[in-house]
């Protein structure tokens, strides 16, 4: 055992950033966290200030560092999860941004893509290489706008003088003082851009999107070493030796490392991967194929990839409930309400309020309530609502276990609607597997910590991060299959009327 006590995760999201410091036991000893600016500059725009980004984080860094009075050798290593998709091009020469970030929530270039990615044989090539419907969500589009709209930027990017990289790859890029240009397999296969079977950057699509290959990272494994601290004001010379995408983080801070594992995260929206081994399985219920993180064990044997689907509306829909209709003075209060009536009356939501996702696919459709009656009321809608989460989840996991070619197991949930037990109650009854709920529900910085963490064998081996998770809190199924099937076949008629 070496003498350092701590691996460091920077949790850089979408709407904060946070340090987390993270011990030999798996525990989270302490957080800090920073808020930073979301800049809409038209409807449907959403950028980020690189800067505001990196200092939020580095002021989160240090004063961690501060209050627990660290120094270099207290800390092993430092592991980086981040939000996925946005896009940022810098000049190394300057370190300054050419513009603001574009954030994966950015529709600005939905014609872009349209146009790039309409033929049908042109999307089947891109969906074939990075296992991605073609979508403004992805970095690629985001590149290429800034190419053709920052003034210069074509020229500069084509002398080989601008850079391109992830959120991962900026924070890298900085905090090892310019040194390292490098992101991992989870960020770079939500770029569309990466060839998720060779494991590389694809020239026919970095032809197709205009964007130079020196503007692209090196892409490293995901548990493995990136670089060293080099930044004034910073401790020198700790290793960051993990990197990943925050919902591939969360799986593997979820121990899901071996194929047929999954897990969803019950938050805003519901992101839900399932682990499928060396093996890429293609969807054909419009989820989207991605590279998971690998443990340096499993690494050597080529990428390990998941399967991954969302549901837009979970948890905003209880904020609705709170914010717009105001029958609930908190999200928490759901559960006595839903547990207070023995069901919902016939009540069904649709909370398509953006469409509805997979494995539906109709962006157009919009949010329903069916089954009103005199008697419903708060209880009832409040049940409805809760239950609305479960029944997407439980379309989600159908469509995975199709395309993955086995029921799930077992589903290890986190997020923060996953506090509620008669949610969980609810959908292990639908799904008919167990529900795993980990005491420690930061699973995404605990996955950037472990990746961080066996680089360096600071922990050892998976088995040995497995050992570490007791006390889970288990759901199991309480209701026959008849039961289910017969709440589904509700919802289903309730979804189909809604898109009808
Ligand atoms: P995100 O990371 O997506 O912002 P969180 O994981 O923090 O979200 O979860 C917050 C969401 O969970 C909110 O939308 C909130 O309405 C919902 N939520 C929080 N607690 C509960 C609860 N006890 N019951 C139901 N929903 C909840």
Redesign the pocket.
């Known amino acids: 055992m070496g003498t350092q006590k701590y691996v460091i995760a920077l949790d850089q999201?979408?709407?904060s950033s946070r340090a987390v410091l993270i011990d030999r036991a798996g525990r989270m000893v302490d957080c800090v966290q920073r808020p930073f600016q979301q800049i809409f500059p038209q409807p449907g725009w959403v950028e980020h200030n690189p800067q505001e980004i990196l200092f939020s984080q580095l002021g989160c860094l240090t004063e961690l560092i501060a209050r627990h009075g660290l120094s270099a050798e207290d800390i092993d290593s430092i592991g980086i999860d981040n939000q996925r998709e946005t896009t940022i091009v810098w000049d190394p020469a300057t370190g300054q941004p050419v513009m603001n970030a574009i954030v994966w929530q950015c529709r600005r270039t939905a014609g872009l893509v349209d146009e790039l990615c309409g033929d049908p044989q042109v999307k089947a090539m891109v969906q074939a290489k990075t296992g991605l419907l073609p979508d403004a969500y992805f970095s690629a589009s985001k590149i290429s706008w800034i190419l053709d709209n920052v003034d210069g930027a074509r020229e500069r990017a084509d002398a080989g003088e601008l850079l391109f990289g992830t959120v991962d790859t900026w924070l890298v890029w900085v905090l090892t003082g310019g040194l390292v240009h490098a992101t991992d397999p989870t960020n770079a296969s939500r770029t569309m851009l990466f060839n998720i079977h060779e494991g590389r950057w694809d020239d026919e699509l970095l032809r197709l999107f205009g964007i130079p290959a020196s503007m692209m990272p090196e892409v490293r494994p995901s548990s493995g070493f990136f670089g060293e601290t080099s930044y004034p004001g910073l401790p020198a010379g700790i290793p960051i030796t993990g990197v990943a995408g925050d919902q591939q983080a969360a799986l593997f801070g979820q121990c899901c490392f071996a194929p047929g594992q999954a897990k969803n995260?019950?938050?805003?929206?519901c992101f839900m991967l399932l682990h499928t081994g060396h093996e890429a399985r293609a969807s054909s219920h419009n989820l989207v194929t991605t590279v998971a993180a690998s443990a340096p064990e499993a690494a050597a044997g080529g990428l390990e990839y998941a399967l991954e689907g969302s549901v837009f509306v979970?948890?905003?829909?209880?904020?609705w409930l709170?914010d717009e209709l105001g029958i609930i003075g908190?999200?928490?209060e759901?559960?006595a309400l839903a547990t207070s009536i023995p069901d919902a009356g016939g009540v069904y939501i649709v909370p398509a309020f953006t469409g509805l996702g997979a494995p539906w696919w109709e962006p157009d459709a919009r949010g329903a309530i069916f089954g009103l009656t005199r008697g419903a009321g708060r209880a009832q809608i409040a049940r409805a609502a809760?239950e609305a989460?479960a029944y997407q989840v439980s379309d989600l996991a159908a469509a995975m276990a199709e395309d993955a070619g086995g029921e799930l197991g077992v589903l290890n949930v986190?997020?923060?609607?996953?506090?509620?037990n008669f949610?969980m109650q609810f959908q292990a009854n639908l799904l008919g597997c167990e529900l795993r709920r980990p005491q420690n529900?930061e699973t995404t910085s605990l996955g950037a910590a472990y990746l961080a963490g066996l680089a360096t064998r600071f922990w050892s081996r998976t088995d040995e991060l497995r050992g570490l998770r007791d006390g889970d809190d288990v759901f199991r199924r309480e209701k026959d299959s008849a039961w289910a099937d017969e709440h589904l076949a509700g919802w289903h008629d309730a979804v189909r009327r809604t898109i009808g």
Do not use: C, K, P, V
């Not at 995260?265 to 929206?269: F, M």
């Not at 979970?314 to 904020?319: F, K, M, S």
């Not at 986190?414 to 509620?420: H, M, P, V």
């Open positions: 999201g979408t709407t995260t019950y938050g805003t929206g979970a948890g905003a829909l209880i904020q709170r908190s999200a928490a759901t559960e809760l989460l986190d997020g923060g609607a996953s506090a509620n949610l529900l």
